[in-house]
């Protein structure tokens, strides 16, 4: 694979809070680094400044955290400057790592506050329910969770909306952007995956909804929602109804089939998760306690749903590359090559000619997995973007630049 070559080039990018969006910065900046560079911003301004499509990101895909970082380069920001808003001050770790200096539009640092908005009407009212239904107790433990509980989560993500509304974007619509920015999320009342993007109305496939109806901070906010420690987010659709969404990865971890099918012929994926591999230094997780336990149970089954979904998209190109070594050793047709091939890619939604990249953390970088989900410390936001830098350098050092 020879990446001058490519003409379309995707970023995909995982959930994960806070430390995957700082994984992800890192990965950037590496990739920036190795020449790519991030095209974002109204029509005008990609058209003015990134008319050269090589090694360009024009199309990008984010779930969750991914979804906020995604946004934010569609949006035309730099990395320092995401870097910059997440914490001041962290910004000083990155001349540690491309060794220059650079002015560049600052965004309004996104604070706690923007991130955990209290879920107050549920919340408060949570324990005199509980004190006042006596009677749920005689129907079990599941019964007194199930009645008691019926927060629909701790906060809302509704700063997270009203943040990107009032202080990121210029125009709040998918359509104004110059680049396609794809953001994930989950249908609460279903059972199906959710693409927020600018579709045409006609637009449809049974499995997947394709929404063109909401703004681009209802759709972030939307896919943020990770239960139970946020609300699901509503949006009204073109009816007014209001439809109830939640995290983007409930359905599925990576949605790389979403920029292939925008057109990508080369597929970046960056994911934060890496499930703990035993350590001298941190010893067994048995000694942690609950919480880490806890984690190391949903990252096992995060990193099987990915390796799941890489080995499918080997396997079918392995398939469509012995079928066309097959017809071409024997010599025959070519007509019924193609079309067996072509047959063959539409039922699997496989798409012949696009490579897919994948960047994650070493097992070895323990620290990636012991650090909070949720912290807006400077010193611990500098490491993990190390972390993700150092993570991309060793993958597309094996690739031909």
């Given at each position: 694979?020879r990446l001058?070559e490519k003409k379309?080039?995707?970023?995909v990018l995982?959930?994960g809070g806070?430390k995957?969006?700082?994984?992800h910065?890192?990965?950037c900046l590496?990739?920036?680094?190795k020449g790519?560079s991030?095209?974002?911003?109204s ?6 400044r990134y008319?050269?499509d090589?090694l360009t990101?024009k199309v990008?895909?984010?779930s ?8 934010f380069?569609a949006s035309?920001?730099s990395?320092?400057?995401i ?6 001050g962290?910004a000083?770790?990155?001349n540690?790592i491309t060794q ?11 604070t706690y ?5 209290l879920?107050?009407g549920?919340?408060v009212?949570f ?5 006042r239904?006596?009677s ?11 009645n008691?509980?019926k927060i ?7 700063g997270i909306e009203?943040?990107?509304?009032t202080q990121?974007?210029k125009e709040n619509s998918f359509a104004s952007l110059?680049?396609d920015l794809?953001?994930i999320?989950t249908q609460?009342?279903h059972?199906r995956?959710v693409?927020?993007g ?6 449809k ?6 929404a ?6 209802d759709?972030?906010a ?6 139970p420690?946020f609300?699901p ?8 109804k ?7 990865e ?18 970046i ?10 350590t001298?230094?941190?010893g ?7 919480p880490?336990?806890?984690?190391q149970?949903?990252?096992?089954v ?9 080995e499918?998209q ?12 097959y017809?071409?050793q ?10 067996l091939?072509?047959?063959i ?7 012949p ?11 070895q970088?323990h620290?990636?997995?012991?650090v909070d989900?949720f912290s ?6 500098g ?7 150092r993570?991309?350098l060793?993958t597309?050092?094996?690739l031909?630049?």
């Amino acid at each position: 694979m020879r990446l001058s070559e490519k003409k379309r080039i995707a970023l995909v990018l995982s959930g994960g809070g806070i430390k995957a969006a700082a994984f992800h910065l890192g990965v950037c900046l590496a990739l920036r680094e190795k020449g790519f560079s991030f095209a974002g911003g109204s029509h005008d301004d990609v058209k003015m400044r990134y008319s050269d499509d090589k090694l360009t990101f024009k199309v990008y895909v984010g779930s969750s955290a991914g979804a906020i970082i995604s946004t934010f380069l569609a949006s035309g920001y730099s990395i320092e400057a995401i870097i910059d808003a997440f914490e001041r001050g962290a910004a000083s770790d990155l001349n540690r790592i491309t060794q220059r200096k650079k002015v560049y539009a600052r965004l309004k640092p996104i604070t706690y506050r923007d991130i955990f908005a209290l879920n107050g009407g549920n919340f408060v009212n949570f324990i005199p329910n509980v004190l006042r239904r006596k009677s749920i107790v005689t129907g079990g433990l599941e019964a007194l969770i199930k009645n008691g509980f019926k927060i629909n989560g701790l906060f809302t993500t509704k700063g997270i909306e009203r943040y990107f509304r009032t202080q990121v974007l210029k125009e709040n619509s998918f359509a104004s952007l110059g680049v396609d920015l794809y953001v994930i999320g989950t249908q609460l009342n279903h059972s199906r995956k959710v693409v927020f993007g600018n579709f045409p109305e006609t637009f449809k496939e049974k499995r997947i909804k394709y929404a063109n109806f909401a703004t681009i901070s209802d759709a972030v906010a939307a896919s943020a929602s990770l239960p139970p420690v946020f609300a699901p987010h509503g949006i009204r659709d073109h009816r007014g109804k209001e439809i109830f969404y939640f995290d983007g990865e409930i359905r599925e971890t990576l949605s790389t089939h979403v920029a292939a099918d925008a057109g990508a012929d080369l597929v970046i994926s960056s994911y934060s998760v890496q499930p703990y591999h035993y350590t001298p230094v941190m010893g067994s997780l048995h000694n942690y306690g609950i919480p880490l336990i806890i984690n190391q149970a949903l990252y096992q089954v995060i990193q099987q749903k990915i390796e799941k979904h890489i080995e499918h998209q080997q396997q079918m190109s392995a398939i469509l590359n012995a079928v066309d070594g097959y017809f071409k050793q024997a010599n025959l047709p070519d007509e019924h090559r193609e079309k067996l091939l072509d047959i063959i890619s539409t039922r699997v939604n496989h798409k012949p000619g696009v490579d897919y990249i994948y960047i994650h953390p070493s097992p070895q970088d323990h620290e990636m997995f012991f650090v909070d989900h949720f912290s807006l410390n400077a010193s611990i936001l500098g490491r993990i973007v190390h972390i993700g830098f150092r993570a991309a350098l060793q993958t597309l050092r094996k690739l031909d630049l």
